[in-house]
C-alpha cells in the first residue's frame, strides 16, 4: 500500500461543535469566525425567529480557498484510495453517531420534519461509504499489443479540484453527494452550500475533518451566490464544476464554465408526471403518492407532480388523493407525528401561492388546500388541484411546492406525448399492473430516472441525473466517480 509522506500534509483544526450559534466558514484546514466578515441571518422557517448570522466569504477567502484546494491535491490524489476509504468509512460512523443532533439541526433551519432528516443523515452516510468502497475502483486498462516491445494503457486520474454548489432542499445529502463523489476519486473539492441551511453542511464538513481528511482537501464558503460561483470557477485551479439547481441558474454557471472549457455535472429543475392506469390498487398507489408528493412540503427536484390518471378511476383517485392531503398534520417539523413542515423560505411561499392562484383563474378545481396557513411561519396547505387546464403556469413551470395537479385520460399515446411534451427530463413514474405497459412506459418516458409501481429510484449504488433540460451527467452510481475522473491514454516502447 502506497502512502502519503506526513510531511506532505497537515491535519485540518478539529471542528467546533456546530450550531447557529457559532456558524463559520472552512477554509485551508481553520475554522473561521464572522470577524470583519459580511453577514447574513439564518431564519426557522416554521417561527421566523433568527437562528444566528453566518459569515460570507470574501474575495480573498475565495482565494486562499482555491490555493489550499490546489496545494492540497497532490498529497490527496497520491494517498491510496484504501486510505481515503477509511476516512470516508469513518465520517459514516461519525454521521450514525450523532443522528439526532445533526437531525435537529437540519429541521430547525431547512422545515422539513425530523423523520425526514433522520433519513437523510443516513443517506447522507451511505453515500460516503459508497465512494468509499468506488474509489478502490477507478479502473483503467491494457490495450492488445499492437507490436513486440509497446505496451499502451489507459488509466483514470482525478480531475483535479472541484467547485460544488448544493441547494437547501437535502442539506444534508446534497452536501454528502458533492463531497463524497470527489473525495473518493481523489480530487479536492470547495463547496459552496445554501446559506438557508448552512449548519447542516458544516456537520458533514465536520465529520469528514474528525475523520481525517487534510487541511485544504474540502472547503467551506458561503456568500452571494452569483459572486461565489463567478470567482470559484473562473479561477485556472478550478477543472470540474457541480451544481445542483434551477435550470436558469445551471445555464448560467455552464456559460461561466465554457471560458475555460470545464467539465460540468448539472442537475437542473424537474417536473415530474406520474402516469396511473385504471388496473392498478389505487388506494395503495394514492398512500405511496401522498407520501412521495408532501415530503419535503413537495421541495424535491423528483417530487411527483402532473398526474394523469385513466378516466375510469380518475374521480375516485381525485376524491381520495384529497382527503388523504387535508388529514396531514402540518406543524413545526420538529414535533414528532408532523407530517408536513413549513417551506424553506418566504420566496417560496410566495411563488407557491401565485401558482395555485393562476391554476385557480383559469378554472382548475381545487380539491384539497390551495392556501397559506395563517399563521407564524412560512406554511402552506397540502393542495390538490384537479382539471387544471394546460395553460396553467405550474403545469408548465416547476412548482417547487406542496401541490398536486390530477388530470384525467383516456388514451395511451396522447398521455405518453403529455407527459413528454415539457422541456424537463428529471425523474418520471408510472403505475400499472400490465407488463407489456411496464415495458413501454420504461422505454418511452423521457427522463434520467423512472419510477414503475415505485417513487423510490435513489440509492448510492445508481446514478442520478436527468435528461433534457434537467441536466447532464449524474451522481452516485459509479457515473458519479466518473464524472470527477479523466481519462489517460500511455503508449510505452
Not at 68 to 82: D, E, G, I
Not at 209 to 231: D, K, L, Q
Request: glycine share 10%.
Amino acid at each position: 500500500m502506497s502512502t502519503v509522506p506526513a510531511s506532505e500534509t497537515r491535519p485540518a483544526a478539529p471542528p467546533p461543535r456546530i450550531g447557529h450559534d457559532d456558524l463559520r466558514l472552512l477554509i485551508d484546514g481553520e475554522w473561521l469566525k464572522g470577524e470583519g466578515r459580511r453577514t447574513l441571518p439564518v431564519i426557522n422557517p416554521a417561527t421566523e425567529e433568527v437562528l444566528g448570522q453566518l459569515p460570507l466569504a470574501s474575495p480573498a477567502d475565495l482565494d486562499r480557498a482555491l490555493e489550499a484546494a490546489q496545494r492540497a491535491w497532490p498529497a490527496w490524489r497520491a494517498m491510496a484510495p484504501v486510505q481515503r476509504g477509511r476516512i470516508l468509512r469513518r465520517a459514516a460512523e461519525i454521521l450514525r453517531s450523532r443522528v439526532e443532533e445533526i437531525a435537529r439541526l437540519a429541521t430547525t433551519e431547512e422545515g422539513k420534519t425530523l423523520a425526514e432528516t433522520r433519513i437523510e443523515v443516513g443517506m447522507s452516510a451511505n453515500i460516503f461509504e459508497w465512494y468509499a468502497e468506488e474509489g478502490r475502483r477507478a479502473y483503467g486498462r491494457v490495450l492488445p499489443q499492437q507490436s513486440p516491445g509497446v505496451r499502451m494503457t489507459v488509466v483514470r486520474e482525478p480531475v483535479g479540484p472541484v467547485a460544488a454548489f448544493a441547494p437547501w432542499n437535502f442539506p444534508l445529502g446534497n452536501p454528502a453527494r458533492k463531497l463524497g463523489a470527489a473525495l473518493g476519486a481523489g480530487c479536492t473539492c470547495i463547496l459552496k452550500p445554501a446559506e438557508e441551511a448552512p449548519a447542516s453542511a458544516l456537520s458533514i464538513a465536520a465529520a469528514l475533518v474528525e475523520a481525517g481528511v487534510p487541511a485544504g482537501v474540502i472547503a467551506i464558503v458561503f456568500g452571494v451566490p452569483s459572486e461565489v460561483s463567478a470567482h470559484l470557477i473562473a479561477s485556472p485551479v478550478i477543472r470540474k464544476i457541480s451544481f445542483t439547481g434551477s435550470v436558469p441558474v445551471g445555464k448560467q454557471l455552464m456559460k461561466l464554465a465554457a471560458e475555460g472549457a470545464k467539465r460540468t455535472t448539472m442537475e437542473l429543475g424537474g417536473h415530474a408526471p406520474v402516469l396511473v392506469f385504471d388496473d392498478v390498487d389505487v388506494d395503495n398507489v394514492l398512500d405511496l403518492s401522498v407520501a412521495a408528493k408532501f415530503r419535503n412540503a413537495g421541495q424535491v427536484c423528483v417530487s411527483p407532480t402532473r398526474f394523469y390518471v385513466h378516466e375510469a378511476i380518475y374521480e375516485r383517485f381525485v376524491a381520495g388523493f384529497a382527503a388523504r392531503a387535508k388529514a396531514l398534520r402540518v406543524d413545526d417539523g420538529l414535533l414528532e407525528g408532523v407530517r408536513m413542515g413549513p417551506l424553506a423560505h418566504a420566496r417560496r411561499l410566495a411563488a407557491v401561492q401565485a401558482f395555485v392562484e393562476d391554476a385557480r383563474s383559469q378554472g382548475a378545481r381545487v380539491a384539497a388546500g390551495g392556501r397559506r396557513i395563517e399563521r407564524r411561519g412560512w406554511f402552506h396547505e397540502p393542495t390538490v388541484l384537479a382539471d387544471v387546464p394546460g395553460s396553467a403556469r405550474m403545469m408548465n413551470e416547476e412548482p417547487f411546492g406542496p401541490v398536486a395537479l390530477v388530470n384525467p385520460f383516456s388514451d395511451f399515446d396522447a398521455v405518453l406525448a403529455e407527459a413528454n411534451r415539457l422541456p424537463y427530463g428529471l425523474a418520471a413514474f408510472a403505475f400499472t399492473r400490465d407488463s407489456r405497459r411496464v415495458n413501454l412506459v420504461g422505454e418511452q418516458l423521457e427522463a434520467g430516472m423512472i419510477g414503475i409501481n415505485s417513487f423510490a429510484i435513489s440509492v448510492p449504488e445508481s446514478p442520478f441525473g436527468g435528461v433534457k433540460e434537467s441536466g447532464h451527467g449524474s451522481e452516485e452510481g459509479v457515473e458519479g466517480l466518473e464524472a470527477c475522473l479523466v481519462t489517460k491514454f500511455i503508449t510505452e516502447s
